[in-house]
């Protein structure tokens, strides 16, 4: 049996990927103040699609041979047969998420200083408070779990590969003196799929990059059509 797409759950190099479970957190107190963080921009492009290849090695081989080219540790990845003669291929991990998902950008105002842009998916952020007398800042932390699924579906002459990833980010914010004091924490999560976006409650828009799901479909055209990729042909 295929494994439900739409599971929760990244370091991430190729051969450590993709979905742990994720369990939405209780709503948290509001901040008292806005931070020195105006004029989100949302991402600018559409999500990409979901990759498709077509390669002449049936199923069954074609995933184990994707298997043994990540060499992901056995605790995280798992792969099987349905009675069809489909074949997948499941890898969870956890991480950064900025070169995996884009978020957008926030430009940032701090007193004195010339506004900066900053993407907003990067892993840590230190933001100043306004007015600067609070002597406070913010620290964010965003971070990914997710999976990826490789499924390989019998198709003349061999098979058809679908690369899907689900992308699980959880955003935290400490608000914090700068004695180090935590004085408060909001915490939120955020799924989503690839082909599509998710959206924060407080309004951050996030869609995966591509690179993800392009990183396998190329290890898998390598693989299994090795042929058409040392020639550069059409995907």
Known sequence: ???HRHGFGFPF??????????TAPPTPPRFGREPVERNYLPPADPPPPVPVI?????PEAAIARLAEALGAEKSRMRRGTAED???WLELTSSGDPEPFVDCGSFEL???????RRIPAARLDLRIPLAPPERREVLLRQLRLDGRLLAIARPSEPG???????????TRTVDRV???????????????????????????????PSGRLEQAVVRAAEQLLNPADASAGGPR
């Open 1 to 3: 049996m295929i494994p």
């Open 13 to 22: 190099l190729l051969a450590s990927l993709l979905a742990a479970c994720a």
């Open 54 to 58: 077509a390669t002449a090695v049936p």
């Open 85 to 87: 003669g489909t074949a």
């Open 109 to 115: 105002h701090e007193p004195g200083a010339p506004p």
């Open 159 to 169: 098979s058809r590969l679908e690369v899907r990833a689900t992308y699980v980010l």
């Open 177 to 207: 003196a700068l004695d180090g004091r935590v004085l408060d924490t909001q915490r939120e999560t955020a799924a989503f799929e690839t082909g599509t976006t998710g959206r924060f409650a407080q309004g951050l828009v996030c869609r």
